[in-house]
């Protein structure tokens, strides 16, 4: 799941206001000085990672589940508890908390639904049983032709 170019543009822009925003509090601000610093830096350094962390790096399709792969850490999805998978057009995504662009769409959507979308052109919502998950893929109409067809493959299985 790669980028687009507008999360590029908006992860490059928001990196380079926030570099200019942590020097100008070092530089600018002598009243409250270098700990006011450290305390925007560490902030807007954590929030950085948070997002840099949880952006969508890849989508495994195993045996049993669908790996989210984060860039630190994964979401594993057992394709039992898949409901729905279906194309999603270019969305606004409306966001109730999380990035919008930094490192991706990460976050809640307004429609409860666990956002990690490097690309809002090529967006696939996966509808489980306790959640809704909506990524993006390089590909996602044959990431949704493989998720269709594990998927009927166990119904088959468990039929015979």
């Known amino acids: 799941s790669k980028s687009s170019f507008s999360v590029k543009l908006i992860t ?13 509090v070092f530089t600018l601000n002598e009243k409250y000085g270098i700990m006011s610093g450290i305390l925007i830096s560490l902030i807007i350094l954590s929030t ?3 997002f840099f962390a949880n952006s ?3 989508i495994i ?3 049993k589940n669908l790996t989210l792969k984060k860039n630190i850490g994964k979401i594993e999805i057992p ?13 606004n995504l409306s966001m109730t908390y999380g990035s919008k662009g930094v490192f991706g769409y990460i976050g ?3 429609d409860d639904s666990i956002s990690m979308v490097n690309d809002r052109r090529k967006m696939v919502r996966i509808i489980t049983k306790e959640k809704k998950y909506t990524i ?6 044959e990431l949704m032709n493989d998720i269709k067809n594990v998927l009927q493959q166990s119904t088959v299985v468990k039929n015979k």
């Open 12 to 24: 490059m822009g928001i990196m380079i206001v926030m570099g200019i925003v942590v020097f100008s």
């Open 48 to 50: 950085l990672t948070y």
């Open 56 to 58: 969508l790096k890849k």
């Open 61 to 63: 399709i195993g045996e």
């Open 79 to 91: 394709f039992s508890d898949i409901i729905k998978i279906e194309n999603l057009d270019f969305s």
């Open 108 to 110: 809640n959507t307004m």
């Open 136 to 141: 993006s893929s390089d590909r996602p109409n």
